[in-house]
């Protein structure tokens, strides 16, 4: 049982690693975005992508060994969590388990801030744009339409010039 518990610390190290070099990540995100990095924000996107996969893989692996944790506590591997893990007084690793725990709430609070802030920050420059587009198309069109706001006809001034026939 110790064997199990000390994997599943290692592997939440493992997590604790991927979720801050994740933050690293998003932290770059919000630079390509907020600098208009088009070509720079693919790039984090891709490193991003695969985090995420990494990410997962070992989330598929914590899962399969809390199973076996539960399993050999004869209990129901839907019931067991860290925290519960954590309470159990024969735990030799409660500390340890403890620590990762509270590293990795505080790295996925770290996340959805910063994903958050990426998000309005993507949002608002869209609007802006669209606004700004939206601009100079109406701009455009005032320019070039024969009619007032008012729906009457623009009459167009024509410069009068004198031509003299003298020469």
């Not at 009619?147 to 003299?164: D, I």
Request: with cysteine.
């Amino acid at each position: 049982m110790r064997n199990l518990y000390k994997n599943l610390q290692d592997l939440l190290e493992q997590k604790i690693r991927l979720y801050e070099n994740f933050i690293q990540l998003l932290n770059e995100e919000w630079k390509c975005v907020s600098q208009y990095s088009y070509d720079d924000l693919q790039a984090i996107i891709a490193k991003k992508d695969n985090q995420v996969m990494q990410m997962q893989a070992l989330e598929n692996s914590r899962s399969s060994l809390m199973k076996k944790i539960a399993g050999n506590l004869n209990m129901k591997p839907s019931g067991l969590t860290l925290k519960k893990l954590i309470q159990l007084k024969d735990n030799p690793y409660r500390v340890n388990l403890s620590s990762c725990r509270k590293k990795l709430i505080s790295n996925i609070q770290k996340i959805n801030i910063l994903s958050g802030k990426i998000r309005t920050l993507m949002d608002h420059s869209a609007l802006s744009l669209k606004k700004s587009i939206a601009f100079v198309h109406s701009e455009g069109e005032k320019a070039n339409s024969p009619y007032e706001a008012n729906g009457q006809v623009l009459e167009k001034k024509f410069p009068s010039r004198m031509l003299s026939v003298d020469a």
